[in-house]
């Protein structure tokens, strides 16, 4: 079981936490291989890839969750789906000396509304699929990431 917290946006208007309860996401760098002229046939390397994230999506209780959307609603053209915006995620393991990890989502967009209610006791909760151009993570201070940054270029590689 993880704790999650997000640290980039501003808190609630009424001050209540974003309430976090998963995190899923994908990420791929599509490579192909490279021949040339070998008598033996054997590739000569790969190329350097395409980078997606093909799915990506947090689920949070339902009341925080239209909050946020209700926030970016505000960000946006007049529709939470339209809102360009980043997002940086902690998880933390619930164990004693977990190191926490903090997940940098960039070029976000809401691409999704999943809402699931049951009756009981069983929370409600809403599933908001996110449409991602990048995104790292940082954990014990290395920043860690599946696509490469081209030399002297920074932000949305």
């Not at 291989?33 to 999506?57: A, E, F, I, W």
């Not at 619930?94 to 809401?110: C, E, F, H, R």
């Not at 151009?133 to 599946?146: H, K, P």
């Amino acid at each position: 079981s993880c704790v999650f917290k997000i640290d980039n946006l501003p808190v609630a208007p009424d001050g209540t936490p974003w309430d976090i309860v998963a995190l899923d996401f994908e990420e791929k760098r599509e490579r192909k291989l490279v021949h040339s002229n070998r008598q033996d046939g054997k590739p000569r390397g790969k190329t350097r890839g395409k980078y997606s994230v093909p799915s990506c999506s947090i689920k949070m209780l339902e009341v925080p969750g239209v909050k946020l959307l209700q926030y970016l609603q505000g960000q946006g053209a007049g529709s939470y789906g339209d809102a360009e915006f980043g997002l940086q995620i902690q998880a933390v393991e619930d164990i004693v000396g977990a190191q926490p990890i903090t997940y940098s989502l960039l070029g976000v967009t809401v691409d999704g509304i999943k809402d699931s209610r049951e009756e009981g006791v069983d929370q409600n909760v809403t599933e908001i699929e996110l449409g991602v151009l990048t995104m790292s993570r940082v954990y014990n201070g290395a920043r860690l990431q599946l696509w490469s940054a081209i030399s002297g270029q920074t932000g949305n590689q």
